[in-house]
């Protein structure tokens, strides 16, 4: 609702030190904890991303190379950056995985070892093209303490409604990307499957304390399930917003307020 006419960047050298690391962990509950105890301490890591199995095996099925730990069950990614060595903070956070049980540790020190290392996370929309005849990707948010009770949640929504499911995501912030896919089902199945398994999982995570959706926003995808989130004063409160700063209704017409 608003309009940019005038935008003032500061730009900021890159730091000229990165370090990134893979860890695999024997549960999703030791990767939660490691993240929880790693910004508890100040460490601020410019990325915390997590991979449960099953996007991992989508991920190998897509690359087609066997990635690192594959029998890790989770696998967390961790990028750290700063100007001078004591500053990346590695050490200290290897200290945190092990004490949380960490299967093992990968360090990528060059741009080829650090390419190499994201790429199973990087590719998994592509691989979910590729392979996924019909999926639908959700981007809902918990603490990030509660991901673990999300991740079961999931899977109990896949099993119920007869569908597969993988997640992966911003493990810093609580920011769980899910994939839903049709696999097997006929057309027809899939169509009122689909919204049920939505509603299913949306309501899981606002019990849980979070959100529908984190960094893409409702837009029409999320349009229908905004009440669920929103009660209606909330709804109504947005709607007179629209009309204060937008009162001929063009900015965006039609997209979640008529």
Known sequence: ??????????????????RDLLVPFPS???????????IRTRIVPTAIEFMERKSFELAENFTKRKLAFRDGAPHLLITLDGNRQEALDKDRVGEICEKNNVLD????????ARDRMWEGRKCLFEAADHFGSLYK?????VPRSLIPTLIREIDQVSERHRISAMSFGHAGDGNVHVLLFKGELPDDEWERVIDRAQRDLYKATIDLGGKITA????????????????????????????KTFDPKNILNPGKIFD
């Open 1 to 18: 609702m608003a309009i940019v006419t005038r935008i003032i960047l500061r730009l900021i050298p890159l730091p000229e030190l990165r």
């Open 28 to 38: 999703i509950d030791r990767a939660a904890r490691t993240v929880s105890e790693i």
């Open 105 to 112: 540790i990968l360090i990528a020190n060059s741009p080829t």
């Open 137 to 141: 990707s959700l981007d809902v948010v």
């Open 215 to 242: 960094e893409h926003g409702i837009g029409l995808l999320r349009k229908p399930f905004l009440s669920m989130n929103l009660d209606p004063c909330q709804i109504e409160l947005l709607k007179e917003l629209k």
